[in-house]
T-cell receptor
Framework: EDQVTQSPEALRLQEGESSSLNCSYT??????LFWYRQDPGKGPEFLFT???AGEEKEKERLKATLTKKESFLHITAPKPEDSATYLC?????????????FGAGTRLAVHP | DAGVIQSPRHEVTEMGQEVTLRCKPI?????LFWYRQTMMRGLELLIY????????DSGMPEDRFSAKMPNASFSTLKIQPSEPRDSAVYFC??????????????FGPGTRLTVL
């Protein structure tokens, strides 16, 4: 069965303290991995798509990387506004790119 | 663009009552998704539509749940009868098809359902 596991469940950082979030998956023939950000009381907001091992994407203080077994979301010098829950997802088989399996998320809190 | 619109934002009802959640996707999008989010199970896909036609409803938990999309700008998710275990946040999302790649899903603000 396809599974997505995120760690840690929660992470508390001081402003400026860099760290990484992990997303590991067990799905045959990975066709992509997606990162979303969710603020409290809101729907998830798309961040990145990664399609193949070795691929990297960056957006402001965030960088997502992908290996054959896992993905990392690196947060460099975070600010309080980066506080949110970060979700990763992979497409289920069968289902094309539309049927996504989401991980439970990592709740990130950045304190000034 | 107003984004995906959901109503109501909050719904409190009693066990056994019918609940109808509504969604207006982003204009021009041809895919519509219904998700449920709980602390225990996370974010789960319930059903999705393409051009108003249901494509995959394997995530619908049981026959008490039904979804319709009568036109390109409106969809409903109905629970009848509702049970306390249906309490969750229900999200609607929409996307625009693009060949051979992932199509970003745009999520609405969600409806928080509480069944007493």
């Amino acid at each position: 069965e396809d599974q997505v596991t995120q760690s840690p469940e929660a992470l508390r950082l001081q402003e400026g303290e860099s760290s990484s979030l992990n997303c590991s998956y067990t799905v045959s023939g990975l066709r992509g991995l997606f990162w979303y950000r969710q603020d409290p009381g809101k729907g998830p907001e798309f961040l990145f798509t990664l399609y193949s091992a070795g691929e990297e994407k960056e957006k402001e203080r965030l960088k997502a990387t992908l290996t054959k077994k896992e993905s990392f979301l690196h947060i460099t010098a975070p600010k309080p506004e980066d506080s949110a829950t970060y979700l990763c997802a992979v497409p289920a088989r069968p289902g094309g790119y539309n049927k996504l399996i989401f991980g439970a998320g990592t709740r990130l809190a950045v304190h000034p | 663009d107003a984004g995906v619109i959901q109503s109501p934002r909050h719904e409190v009802t009693e066990m056994g009552q019918e609940v109808t959640l509504r969604c207006k996707p982003i204009s021009g999008h041809d895919y519509l998704f219904w998700y449920r989010q709980t602390m225990m199970r996370g974010l789960e896909l319930l059903i999705y539509f393409n051009n108003n036609v249901p494509i995959d409803d394997s995530g619908m938990p049981e026959d008490r749940f039904s979804a319709k999309m009568p036109n390109a700008s409106f969809s409903t998710l109905k629970i009848q009868p509702s049970e306390p275990r249906d309490s969750a946040v229900y999200f609607c999302a929409s996307s625009l098809w693009a060949s051979g790649s992932y199509n970003e899903q745009f999520f609405g603000p969600g409806t928080r359902l509480t069944v007493l």
